[in-house]
């Protein structure tokens, strides 16, 4: 047993020894696909993302091997018509398979790839038409036909560089697996495309 913990304290120092913590973030666009629709055709989600991760070093297993958690809050905005506009936030959690593969002094460059765990915040939809403004609440709304559900889940595959242990700038696009509509027979679907820059402490 205490060989079994030694080993297991072995292998947790060496991983710290090879964890690095990092802030990023990023521009986000989220193309939407399926057979429901509010308040007409939504023009694509854009917006941001700011977070952090936190990747650990596997080398002692594989060379270049790594994994990386981390968690960001997420802002998109929308059009669905010339008076109807939409707003997000949410909180996502990632957690990516890393491999990083040095190509000259100081260079590196990484493949990411991993499942997001995503979760609604804010979702409404405020029509200014008819002289008014009235804001849907999508996650409880129905009077549309239909609510949204606040969670997600996407899989995900990046690229990026990493220059002098120091400055990372990733492009990645997530595949939605989730249907995000309660509309019965209804389909809704979300993919992401977003590009980050990072900086590593």
């Known amino acids: 047993m205490k060989k079994v913990l030694l080993i297991v304290a072995s292998l947790?120092?060496?991983?710290?020894?090879?964890?690095?913590?990092?802030?990023?973030?990023?521009?986000?666009h989220a193309f939407e696909q399926g057979n429901i629709s509010y308040l007409g055709s939504s023009r694509g989600w854009d917006g941001f993302f700011v977070g952090g991760r936190y990747?650990?070093?596997?080398?002692?297993?594989?060379d270049g091997l790594g994994v990386a958690p981390g968690a960001n809050v997420s802002f998109l905005w929308s059009r669905y018509a010339n008076t109807v506009t939409g707003r997000e936030i949410a909180i996502n959690v990632p957690v990516h398979a890393v491999y990083s593969l040095d190509i000259?002094?100081?260079?590196?460059?990484?493949?990411?790839?991993?499942?997001?765990?995503?979760?609604?915040?804010?979702?409404?939809?405020?029509?200014?038409?008819?002289?008014?403004?009235?804001?849907?609440?999508?996650?409880?709304?129905?009077?549309?036909?239909?609510?949204?559900t606040p969670f997600n889940l996407y899989l995900g595959l990046g690229a990026g560089i990493e220059v002098a242990q120091a400055i990372r700038v990733n492009v990645g696009f997530d595949f939605g697996l989730?249907?995000?509509?309660?509309?019965?027979?209804?389909?809704l679907r979300r993919n992401i495309l977003k590009i980050g820059v990072g900086y590593i402490f």
Request: glycine content about 10%; aromatic content about 6%; overall charge neutral.
């Open 178 to 187: 989730l249907n995000l509509t309660t509309g019965t027979n209804a389909t």
């Open 55 to 62: 990747t650990i070093g596997l080398d002692n297993w594989v």
């Open 104 to 148: 000259m002094s100081d260079v590196k460059v990484k493949f990411l790839a991993g499942p997001t765990l995503q979760l609604g915040l804010v979702n409404n939809l405020v029509d200014r038409s008819n002289n008014s403004t009235t804001t849907y609440n999508m996650y409880k709304e129905t009077a549309l036909g239909a609510a949204r």
């Open 12 to 28: 947790l120092i060496g991983m710290q020894a090879h964890a690095q913590l990092a802030a990023d973030g990023g521009y986000m």
